[in-house]
T-cell receptor, first 115, second 113 residues
Framework: AQTVTQSQPEMSVQEAETVTLSCTYDTSENNYYLFWYKQPPSRQMILVIRQEAYKQQNATENRFSVNFQKAAKSFSLKISDSQLGDTAMYFCAFMNPNTGNQFYFGTGTSLTVIP | DTAVSQTPKYLVTQMGNDKSIKCEQNLGHDTMYWYKQDSKKFLKIMFSYNNKELIINETVPNRFSPKSPDKAHLNLHINSLELGDSAVYFC????????????FGPGTRLTVT
């Protein structure tokens, strides 16, 4: 099974500041997908951003961007201009399309945005 | 329109009972999943299923069984419930060969007393 590591169980950031959540993974595959999901207190899982491993360009979605370092097997999430609504658990996930599309999730980072 | 729905959202039951959680997706996806999220928020895949293949996580007890009456539904049956089964269960779906993004249901909080 693939392993995904999120080394920061909890983080906090001041409103309007920038924060980076780290994620590393272990795989011998060359073709895979990486995701960040957000889980607010409502517990709904919401996709934040997606990265295809074959793309060198880092994915960006509005205030959210990733730093994908394939050789280092690192996939960090940067949140710019943090907002109170960003308070949530953030999960990093790995998916290999050759193994039934199963997601492997990290243990999550609990992010609190401080007003 | 709800893309992935689950019923019930909350389920409280006693040890030894048998219960089911229903899941439906209206996205036309070909693959559905069940995840368990424990009290520490750790998400673990239990099953993935499409109309051809069921992949079972080997750590899942055989008291848990997925049942798919059709492509849009994947229900989770649990026999002889135990205290350790208390968790939030998420259903999800995706389309192979597309974006691979998984769409999640709202979750079912199961409490076994």
């Amino acid at each position: 099974a693939q392993t995904v590591t999120q080394s920061q169980p909890e983080m906090s950031v001041q409103e309007a500041e920038t924060v980076t959540l780290s994620c590393t993974y272990d795989t011998s595959e060359n073709n895979y997908y990486l995701f960040w999901y957000k889980q607010p207190p409502s517990r709904q899982m919401i996709l934040v951003i997606r990265q295809e491993a074959y793309k060198q360009q880092n994915a960006t979605e509005n205030r959210f961007s990733v730093n994908f370092q394939k050789a280092a097997k690192s996939f960090s999430l940067k949140i710019s201009d943090s907002q109170l609504g960003d308070t949530a658990m953030y999960f990093c996930a790995f998916m290999n399309p050759n193994t039934g599309n199963q997601f492997y999730f990290g243990t999550g980072t609990s992010l609190t945005v401080i007003p | 329109d709800t893309a992935v729905s689950q019923t019930p959202k909350y389920l409280v039951t006693q040890m030894g009972n048998d219960k089911s959680i229903k899941c439906e997706q209206n996205l036309g996806h070909d693959t559905m999943y069940w995840y368990k999220q424990d009290s520490k928020k750790f998400l673990k895949i239990m099953f993935s299923y499409n109309n051809k293949e069921l992949i079972i996580n080997e750590t899942v007890p055989n008291r848990f069984s997925p049942k798919s009456p059709d492509k849009a539904h994947l229900n989770l049956h649990i026999n002889s419930l135990e205290l350790g089964d208390s968790a939030v269960y998420f259903c999800a779906s995706s389309q192979r060969g597309a974006s691979y993004e998984q769409y999640f249901g709202p979750g079912t909080r199961l409490t076994v007393t």
